[in-house]
C-alpha cells in the first residue's frame, strides 16, 4: 500500500480544511488509518485514527471537538475534516497505516504518506 495525502493549504484561523489520504493497493481496508502533524522544531505528534472499518475512531486532546476523521472503503480514502482551525494547528500532515495495534504511537505506523502543509494564520 502507497499512501498520497492531499488536502493542505493556507487558511485563516477559525477556518476549515479536509484532508484526504488516498491509498493505492487492494489492502488497504484491513489497515487501521491515522493522522499525525509535525511542526517545525517539534516531534511528531498523533493526531487522530479510525479503525479498518470505520467503527472506532480516537483523537488527541488538542484537535477533540474540532476535528473528524472518516474514511470511504470503496475509495481507498482516509479524510480528516478540521474545523475552527488555529494558529497551533500549523504543521505537516502526515497519514499513515497501521496493520493491528490500534496505536497512537508514529513507531506502530509501517506505512507513510508524503505529507501536506497546513498553515493557519492568526
Known amino acids: 500500500v502507497q499512501l498520497q495525502a492531499s488536502g493542505g493549504g493556507l487558511v485563516q484561523a477559525g477556518g476549515s480544511l479536509r484532508l484526504s489520504c488516498v491509498a493505492s493497493g487492494r489492502t488497504f481496508s484491513s489497515y487501521h488509518m491515522g493522522w499525525f502533524r509535525q511542526a517545525p522544531g517539534k516531534e511528531r505528534e498523533f493526531v487522530s485514527a479510525i479503525s479498518w472499518s470505520g467503527g472506532m475512531t480516537r483523537y488527541a486532546d488538542s484537535v477533540k471537538g474540532r476535528f473528524t476523521i472518516s474514511r470511504d472503503n470503496a475509495k481507498n480514502t482516509v479524510y480528516l475534516q478540521m474545523n475552527s482551525l488555529k494558529p497551533e494547528d500549523t504543521a505537516v500532515y502526515y497519514c499513515?497505516?497501521?496493520?493491528?495495534?490500534?496505536?497512537?504511537?508514529?513507531?506502530?505506523?509501517?506505512?507513510w504518506g508524503q505529507g501536506t502543509q497546513v498553515t493557519v494564520s492568526s
Open positions: 499513515a497505516a497501521d496493520s493491528g495495534s490500534w496505536s497512537t504511537l508514529s513507531s506502530a505506523y509501517e506505512l
